[in-house]
């Protein structure tokens, strides 16, 4: 699977941004799918996951209320609707998949597949 994440950019604080992740290869709903991202001189973190079908997600404590992920498997894309951006937001994000069969996958070593990033920065 091969994934390109696009849709970042430059926003004020208080604005919306949504990304795009676009997947090629095997069939994209055999996967699930997430966010993560990685702020300068810090660790990559997790933003939010989806299931297979979609039905379930989750998402990390700081996102809640701010971040959607959703996913449209007939465009083999996941989305990542990011509303009340704060400039701690700022990092590249990154979206990934995984074959494990966990429903919901939190951790960036349960995914096989990662797309190249794409930098949001959040002004304030």
């Known amino acids: 699977v091969q994934l390109q994440a696009f849709g970042g950019g430059l926003v004020q604080a208080g604005g919306s941004l949504r990304l795009s992740c676009a997947a090629s290869?095997?069939?994209?709903?055999?996967?699930?799918s997430g966010w993560f991202r990685q702020a300068p001189g810090k660790e990559r973190e997790f933003v939010a996951a989806?299931?297979?079908?979609?039905?379930?997600?989750y998402y990390a404590d700081s996102m809640k209320g701010r971040f959607t992920i959703s996913r449209d498997n007939a465009k083999n894309t996941v989305y990542l609707q990011m509303n009340s951006l704060k400039p701690e937001d700022t990092a590249v994000y990154y979206c990934?998949?995984?074959?494990?069969?966990?429903?919901?996958?939190?951790?960036?070593?349960?995914?096989?597949?990662w797309g190249q990033g794409t930098l949001v920065t959040v002004s304030s």
């Open positions: 290869g095997r069939t994209f709903s055999s996967y699930a």
């Open positions: 990934a998949a995984g074959s494990e069969r966990a429903v919901i996958i939190t951790t960036a070593r349960g995914y096989d597949y």
């Open positions: 989806i299931s297979r079908t979609g039905g379930s997600t």
